[in-house]
């Protein structure tokens, strides 16, 4: 079936530096892929998204980058902060208007 | 801002007894989702709406789960009886269309079975 494969589990990082979390998904008619932050205690949040017919998004200091033949998108924070702390889930967009969730990173912000 | 509001924001049961928790999504969002998050999980999806009809609902352990959106507005999710495996973050979630859309999350409501 479909699924979405995310990496690290859990990540740490020096305040300032960047941050990478990658994900691969299986089915390759996925056409849009959100970005995912949850606090403790609080539903998910929408950070950025990307569509199947851009390879790259930025906000700020959040990029997303889509690799549609190898079936890979990343999320890179850049600058990282300590309110970046958080668990960040990666999905696809699968078949019934249903996301397929990946199992989620822990960001650790080390001051 | 609009948002998907949900009550309780906490809730304590005991096993076997019944509980209901209610969901509110954005004015205008056609579709909602009822998920169940483990804590160091991922959110698992148990019953999507259209409207007042259930699009999807073959992961909702229909045994004990049960949910219903009336009048294709606010919606409700009931559990009887509860059991010890069922403590979990139980979230909301809707979209305004069928297309690619942000997923609008609720607050949650955390389950606890005693």
């Known amino acids: 079936g479909e699924n979405v494969e995310q990496h690290p589990s859990t990540l740490s990082v020096q305040e300032g530096d960047s941050a990478v979390i990658k994900c691969t998904y299986s089915?390759?008619?996925?056409?849009?892929f959100p970005w995912y932050k949850q606090e403790l205690g609080k539903g998910p949040q929408l950070i950025i998204d990307i569509r199947s017919n851009v390879g790259e998004k930025k906000d700020q200091r959040i990029a997303v980058t889509l690799n549609k033949t190898a079936k890979h998108f990343s999320l890179h924070i850049t600058e990282t902060q300590p309110e970046d702390s958080a668990v960040y889930f990666c999905?696809?967009?699968?078949?019934?208007?249903?996301?397929?969730w990946g199992a989620g990173t822990k960001l650790i912000i080390k001051p | 801002e609009a948002e998907v509001a949900q009550s309780p924001r906490y809730k304590i049961t005991e096993k076997s007894q019944a509980v209901a928790f209610w969901c509110d999504p954005i004015s205008g969002h056609a579709t909602l989702y009822w998920y169940r998050q483990i804590l160091g999980q991922g959110p698992e999806l148990l019953v999507q709406f259209q409207d007042e009809s259930v699009v999807d609902d073959s992961q909702l352990p229909k045994d004990r789960f049960s949910a219903e959106r009336l009048k294709g507005v606010d919606s409700t999710l009931k559990i009887q009886p509860a059991e010890l495996g069922d403590s979990a973050m139980y979230l909301c979630?809707?979209?305004?269309?069928?297309?690619?859309?942000?997923?609008?999350f609720g607050p949650g409501t955390r389950l606890t079975v005693l």
């Open positions: 999905a696809a967009w699968g078949s019934n208007y249903q996301l397929i």
């Open positions: 089915d390759s008619a996925s056409n849009y």
């Open positions: 979630a809707s979209i305004r269309s069928g297309t690619y859309n942000e997923q609008f």
